[in-house]
């Protein structure tokens, strides 16, 4: 993983807990030219997340990313985390936390697909592949 | 490329970085501004045109053009409040959009000037008693003269792109009045650019205009800024005190008045903080909510190229309190409102070139209240109203049905409890049934007014904050010249209003 530099503020079991979360919403699809989030500097971006936002949302972002990786406990009802789940599952499960009828389950999976977002959608691979069929804006991107 | 623009170049010691400041420092003005966005920046030019001395205050830095880029949380963690990550509280949590840099949101919104609809204004003369403020025959001249000094004009053909034509095209086809949006910009080259800062100085943002000209008129800017109070003495104001981001105090004394333009939501408190005790104050909290719908065509639409806002429909604007428009997205803020997660979402995000984004704002008449929260933040608490909600889905309705109508394969409105996808005309029915809940939606909020009402009278702590003078009623030259003494919303967008406003104030100001 490019620019996995160890973060001060998330421990090492959130680290892992947080690119397996991150991987389950962006996890890329090599035929389409669109790499995983696990690909970009995530703990980098993560780490300068915290000391830009107000702490209320960084801390939001810390409980998200702990919330989401146990939810297999609630969701599976089973003794695993995210992040020992296969893709498939993972999706399911944070699938169903996105569709929660509780809206504050709903609100920290959108957290996380905000903040990823930001971090996905400037990535200048990821934007070739977006804006492609347009010189002006592929050249942009490069 | 050695292109220069306007923010460069300005007169030496024009800017004091409060960044970068290393003493405390203390000065004298005829007038002081806080704020730096479209109504302080205004002000402050109007008011050096005369000859008079003026410091302007911003709390954020000065992001020059030069720096500008394109990805969004660059722009967010450098010139947005909280990193754009300020929300109202309430029913729900609506994202709220504010510049935080000099000026202001100018900096990242579409620079749209419409004037406002003639019956707010007649609404704020009669039920709010504005008198001649609120007369579209004193404003006029000062619509003439920001539409002439900032280039206002529809968008032109050679960036019009493919997101505004088609929406464009369909309201024709349907017969709905749609025009293309008036903007402040000269030159525009369709980068798309308008939240992340225009790249080429084309859009007439404050930054690059009114400010500058305030500044080589002789003002001084203190940049990275931010204002604890107005120093009021014996009921008059005479200063302001601000901390440097540097951590050294500011003191600016203020021999003619005090104009504080630091929008909807701070000046409450800032007002709060200097010692006003209106009841009013921070009440009757306005915004126009606004969501977008994506609709995917079987063909490019390229939202990168073009006006990021270029095409309007009004014409529901007095019968269903909404206005339809479009609004180009960067692909990081699309990726948010996409549906799904993971392949799905991938998915999805591979055809990012053919999604068109087509939005409304409804006209709310829901009221919030800005109060101060833990740590002294600014906080809004605002929910909308079950009426607001049944005019956002029927908005909802008007604007799938002119996606499938124009030929999308899919539309996505993003409202929980829908299918994320439609793929139909029929499904539109949907959308009108929608439930009257706003944490079903995806709401975010621009466009402020309201938290220091204008009006005539005052009894007590009762009734409005400023007088038809623009000055408050409890501390004499102390104004207030931003969207806070709007009586109500307009819904429209208001960036027009509000410099002409802040025009008209600081004439009015030299006047007295």
Known sequence: MRGSVPSAWLTGVERRWASAVFDTLFPGIADEGLVSITELDLFG???QLRETVPARVAWAVRFAIVFVALSPLFVLWRLRTLASLDQVVRERVVTELATSRVYGIRQLVLILKSMGALLYGADARVRRRMFEGHPQRSEDSR | MNQSFPDEDLPEGAVVDGMALGRPFDDSYDFVVVGSGAAGA????????SGASVALVEEGPWVKTRDFGDRVYDAFRGMYRDAGTQVLEGDSYIPLIQGACVGGSTVMNSAIAWRPPEEVLVD????FGLGDVASMKVLEPHFDA???????????????????RIFLEQAEKQGISAVRTRRYERGCRGSGRCMTGCPTAAKQGMNVSYVPWALRLGARIFTSCRVDRVVIVSGRAVGIVARAKGGHPVHLRARRGVLVAA???????????SGLRARDLGEHFQAHPGLGMGGVFDRPVHMEFGATQGADIEQFRTSDGIKLETISMPPELAAVRIPGIGRELMNRLAVFSNLAVWALIVRSDSEGRVTTGWGGRDKVVFSLSKRDLERVRGGMA??????????????WPGVFGIPSALTSADQVKLLEDAPLDARAFSFIATHLFGTARMGPERKGREGSVVGLDFQTHEAERLYVVDSSVFPTNLGVNPQHTI???ARLASVRVLEA
């Open chain 2, 146 to 164: 920001l539409e002439a000094a900032l280039g206002a004009r529809g968008v032109q053909d050679e960036v019009l792109g493919e997101n505004n």
């Open chain 2, 263 to 273: 929008s909807a939501v701070q000046t409450p408190n800032l007002l709060r903080r």
């Open chain 2, 499 to 501: 410099m002409a406003l």
């Open chain 2, 398 to 411: 008007r604007l799938a049905s002119l996606f499938f109508d124009a030929g999308a394969l899919e539309v």
């Open chain 2, 42 to 49: 205004v002000a402050a030019h109007t008011l050096a045109e």
């Open chain 1, 45 to 47: 971006f993560l780490d």
């Open chain 2, 124 to 127: 704020w003369q009669r039920r």
